[in-house]
């Protein structure tokens, strides 16, 4: 008999994985490359930390509002297809039940079989049962748009302040290598760990999110550095 951790998939934490990752991933990234940019135009560690906390506030603002309206369209569909489903199970009960029989035989069942499953599915649930099998919903895929705004401001935010508090901290003299050390150290950390939730190859991961992390810096520091020089 196989250990019940054999059956244990990964898979149902996927969607706020997805979101926490990009969310403190982008938080790093933008932050750490705006302030890079920054010092590399010679400014102030004054103006370097006014800029890096718009940039945080900016960009947890934009976070938020982006996830929130694409999960809200998300949501809208959604309700737009289960009041449509609705409307023609009332209508013609028989042939949605008919419908969710022909799924089932696609899937693998013997007609009769299949006929009992859709007959005693829809009896109990009918719009949750075409929800699932037809349109392919399920509780735990709902789009909540609040809760994914909160969760993207949220992880972006933490993603953020790393960078910031090295450039509060650091002397100014040595502010960029710190920057680059502690932000790519903490991607790494980032994408490994979140390859290892996800069941993928630590490593590979971690160098993923870390290797172009570290090519959105350098660009931005070279271009800061360029505008430095010609202001």
């Not at 996927?14 to 010679?42: C, E, K």
Request: glycine letters at 10%; aromatic letters at 4%; hydrophobic letters at 50%.
């Amino acid at each position: 008999m196989r250990p019940r951790s054999h059956e244990r998939h990964r898979l149902g934490g996927v969607g706020w994985l997805r979101a926490s990752v990009l969310g403190a991933n982008d938080g790093i990234v933008s932050t750490s490359s705006l302030i890079l940019g920054v010092a590399a135009a010679h400014a102030s560690q004054t103006n370097i930390l006014l800029s890096g906390t718009a940039a945080l506030v900016a960009g947890a603002m934009s976070m938020a509002t982006g996830e929130y309206v694409s999960v809200h369209s998300q949501a809208d569909t959604e309700a737009a297809a289960l009041a449509q489903e609705q409307a023609e199970i009332e209508v013609d009960f028989a042939g949605e039940r008919r419908e969710l029989t022909e799924i089932y035989v696609r899937r693998g069942l013997d007609s009769k079989l299949a006929a009992q499953v859709a007959a005693q599915l829809m009896a109990h649930d009918a719009l949750g049962s075409h929800a699932r099998d037809e349109l392919g919903f399920s509780a735990g895929t709902r789009a909540r748009p609040l809760q994914a705004a909160l969760a993207s401001a949220g992880s972006f935010a933490a993603g953020a302040i790393l960078p910031l508090l090295v450039a509060a901290w650091a002397p100014q003299r040595h502010l960029m290598i710190c920057i680059v050390v502690v932000s790519l150290l903490c991607l790494l950390i980032l994408g490994g760990w979140s390859a290892k939730v996800g069941g993928a190859d630590m490593r590979t991961g971690a160098l993923r999110v870390a290797f172009w992390s570290a090519l959105a810096m350098a660009v931005t520091t070279l271009v800061g550095a360029i505008a430095g020089t010609l202001a």
